[in-house]
């Protein structure tokens, strides 16, 4: 597809096609993807350049998808006042909720290994898929850190019980161990990657932009609390739905045979 628009950071790329599905890859394979404060604060500003869209993909550059923090950045805020720290602690913490907070589908093209702040970025995609020879730990306790920024979106993805088996001893895991502990959703080999994430971008294509954001929203407002306390926002977000432009033009296109305004006619 042509690019309609593309910007090029120090650490990232981030381009937009005709099909309004954006994609971005982190480049610092020198450093197997390393998260230090200027990718964190340039991932900020792609997200916030980021409207109308149908998708994003989000990868990593070489054989690495993410190793985590730098650790001459780490090295460094151990010299730094802890206001300082507190302050880039916070641009990381900022990051990872804008990311998780997008509203559209975040589909992980998850390239090749992940360790600490990396699995924080897998658990903030809504769909991840991993090649079968990468490896992914939670490494920080063998630093003498805490994975403290990413735990919300771990520990909500994994599940308490398995977050404990990552967390506390750093053990490396195989793609295939993680897909059963739910940090992915489908580990295939290294040379189908490619072909697997175009499958769940043409899946999200034929959806309408407006539902999908609505669905993400309503997963992040029901989650964790009982049927019976969401029983009238549930019904209340039904009822306006049926009103939106999207529904009576979903509807009308089944009925009449025809595809919706929002699938693309270009292959």
């Not at 309004?20 to 990718?39: D, F, G, K, T």
């Not at 977050?163 to 750093?170: D, I, S, V």
Request: glycine share 6%; hydrophobic share 40%.
């Amino acid at each position: 597809d042509q690019i309609q628009i593309k910007m090029v950071f120090e650490t990232l790329t981030s381009l937009v096609d005709e099909k309004s599905i954006a994609r971005i890859s982190i480049i610092r394979p020198q450093v197997h993807n390393a998260l230090n404060m200027e990718l964190i604060r340039e991932m900020r500003q792609a997200l916030r350049e980021m409207e109308g869209l149908r998708a994003l993909v989000l990868t990593g550059e070489g054989k690495t998808f993410c190793a985590g923090g730098d650790l001459k950045w780490m090295e460094e805020m151990t010299k730094q006042e802890v206001t300082v720290r507190m302050k880039d602690a916070e641009e990381l913490a900022l990051m990872l909720s804008e990311l998780n907070n997008v509203p559209f589908p975040v589909i992980g093209r998850i390239n090749g290994p992940a360790y600490g702040g990396g699995l924080g970025l897998i658990s903030c995609c809504d769909i991840a898929i991993g090649v079968e020879s990468a490896t992914f730990s939670l490494s920080e306790v063998t630093l003498g850190l805490i994975p403290a920024t990413i735990s919300p979106y771990v520990v909500k993805r994994l599940g308490e019980s398995n977050a404990r088996r990552m967390m506390l001893n750093a053990r490396r895991f195989s793609a295939r161990e993680v897909l059963e502990l739910g940090l992915l959703h489908k580990v295939v080999p290294d040379d189908k990657l490619d072909d697997a994430v175009e499958e769940e971008v043409k899946a999200v294509m034929r959806c309408a932009p407006e539902a999908v954001s609505a669905s993400k929203e309503l997963i992040a407002a029901v989650e964790g609390r009982p049927p019976e306390e969401v029983l009238g926002e549930t019904i209340e977000r039904l009822a306006r739905t049926w009103e939106t432009e999207s529904c009576r033009q979903g509807i009308a296109a089944f009925l009449e045979k025809r595809k919706p305004p929002w699938i693309s006619e270009k292959k």
